[in-house]
């Protein structure tokens, strides 16, 4: 019985047979995830928990865990943790600033990644396997273990296509949000997918209180396809019609994440294909720059990013454009691909000098 893998009711369910009180139940369902405890015998001695729960719990769970590797930070104050799993392979989770108030963590939700996005380090490692829920959530609790603020959102932004991980992603979704494990709130928790149609309309069905975050990058589909591959599995009208469906049922505006690349997805063209492609549909539109090592891809130029957001008032939507952070130490997006460099490898807790103020 892994307790870090176990939704409230499959921990019910688990510990049925000993007949204990729902609050017993929530009790240890905190211990591990409110908390943070660490380990097995920390949850079975916690305040409120049941002998005979406490024994059961000693006798039948485990609480396995990452190790991390290192944190590596940027100036910027974006901050790197890379991890080892026991189940094999090296992912990675970013702790993004927001302001000097809260953290948003960006978890992996796969080693590798099978979509080979072309401007996208992680996809240039190939699929390895699907992580675990407890692989996903144990990110968010060694990186809010270190934390010198609060934690308020997630994003399933990092290394994997977290809808091709569906239930995995999605349990843990619902354990980020309950009140009794992590206490995020659901429009604070964002999946980021490049295109995958059925996992999309699956989503939309099942009614899950999260955001969508589109990749679409180019709303003209021979460009689209150059550096999305999965234009070829799930064409852009099939995508549009996904989306207009997510915007209608939720009314809400879909989350556009549009890659800038210089010299290729800039122009008026660019533009007014986003505007036939979108029409009818309530959209907000995220502009982050592409961040390629390989030098292939070059983010747009002051100028060519001027004239652009002047091109998409043609959609009367709002335009933001998104930070990405941590460009030095690999962090931004795109470019997550268990590597170790730049920025500046920041001690374990217990390392640190009395007087730092590291977390």
């Known amino acids: 019985m892994n307790l870090k893998s176990l939704s409230l009711p499959e921990l019910e369910a688990a510990l049925a047979p000993l007949s204990p009180s729902p609050t017993a139940v929530r009790k240890v369902f905190a211990a591990v995830f409110a908390h943070g405890l660490q380990t097995v015998e920390d949850v079975a001695s916690a305040r409120q928990v049941p002998r005979r729960v406490g024994d059961h719990l000693r006798a039948h769970a485990q609480m396995p865990k990452l190790e991390i590797v290192e944190r590596r930070r940027a100036d910027d104050g974006f901050v790197k943790y890379l991890f080892d799993s026991p189940l094999g392979g090296r992912i990675e989770a970013v702790r993004i600033p927001i302001f000097d108030e809260k953290y948003v963590i960006c978890v992996s ?79 604070s928790i964002t999946f980021s997918t490049a295109g995958h149609v059925p996992a999309i309309r699956r989503y939309v069905r099942e009614g899950h209180p999260y955001r969508l975050a589109f990749s679409v990058t180019s709303a003209i ?28 049922v939720r009314r809400e505006r879909a989350m556009i994440a549009y890659v800038a690349i210089s010299g290729f997805n800039m122009g008026l063209e660019d533009a007014e294909a986003l505007k036939a492609a979108f029409e009818g549909i309530r959209i907000k539109v995220d502009l982050i720059d592409v961040t390629d090592p390989t030098g292939k891809y070059l983010p747009p130029t002051p100028e060519e990013l001027s004239a652009f957001r002047d091109h998409l008032q043609i959609l009367k939507s709002p335009v933001a454009r998104r930070y990405s952070g941590g460009k030095e130490i690999g962090a931004a997006c795109g470019t997550l691909a268990a590597t170790q460099y730049g920025g500046t490898v920041m001690p374990r807790p217990s390392e640190a000098p009395a007087s730092s103020t590291t977390p």
């Open 221 to 248: 589909a021979e460009k689209r396809a150059k550096v999305l591959p999965i234009e070829k599995t799930h064409p852009l009208p099939e995508l549009i019609a996904a989306i207009r469906e997510y915007s209608e």
């Open 109 to 187: 939700s796969q080693v590798g990644c099978a979509l080979a996005c072309d401007f996208c380090m992680t996809g240039k490692l190939g699929f390895k396997r699907n992580l675990q829920t407890w692989e996903i959530l144990d990110q968010v609790l060694q990186v809010r273990a270190e934390a010198d603020r609060p934690v308020r959102g997630v994003v399933f932004m990092g290394m994997g296509e977290p809808l091709l991980n569906y239930k995995e992603t999605l349990r843990a979704a619902d354990i980020l949000r309950h009140p009794a494990g992590f206490s995020i709130a659901g429009e």
